[in-house]
Nanobody
Framework: QVQLVESGGGLVQSGGSLRLSCAIS????????MGWFRQAPGKDREIVAA????????YYAESVKGRFTIARDSAKNTVYLQMNSLKPEDTAVYYC???????????????WGKGTLVTVSS
């Protein structure tokens, strides 16, 4: 059974930075796709960034390009999302995801963490 545990969310002022972490445990196989999704109040869940575990290809939503960076540490089985120049519209619950589509679509069949709340004040 795969488990994903997010951490690092919190309250930050506009223009500030946060780093989210997603710790992975369980049998994931040798190659998989990690994604960060977010869901703001009253909005649909959307993909933010993704990375392949092997080959290290990355994907970013247009709204976060140049501000967010996704990275993985295979020794620690952890994926990170460095978020800089945060804006109030980045406020959302951020979810870690393991799936098998590129870019990730966020299926109910994927593995999901429980989420971590990021609040950006103006």
């Amino acid at each position: 059974q795969v488990q994903l545990v997010e951490s690092g969310g919190g309250l930050v002022q506009s223009g500030g930075s946060l780093r989210l972490s997603c710790a992975i445990s369980g049998r994931t196989g040798s190659n998989f796709i990690m994604g960060w999704f977010r869901q703001a109040p009253g909005k649909d869940r959307e993909i933010v960034a993704a990375i392949t575990w092997v080959g290290i290809s990355t994907y970013y939503a247009e709204s976060v390009k140049g501000r967010f960076t996704i990275a993985r540490d295979s020794a620690k089985n952890t994926v990170y999302l460095q978020m800089n120049s945060l804006k109030p519209e980045d406020t959302a619950v951020y979810y870690c995801n393991i799936g098998n589509t590129w870019p990730p679509k966020g299926s109910a069949m994927d593995y999901w963490g429980k989420g971590t709340l990021v609040t950006v004040s103006s």
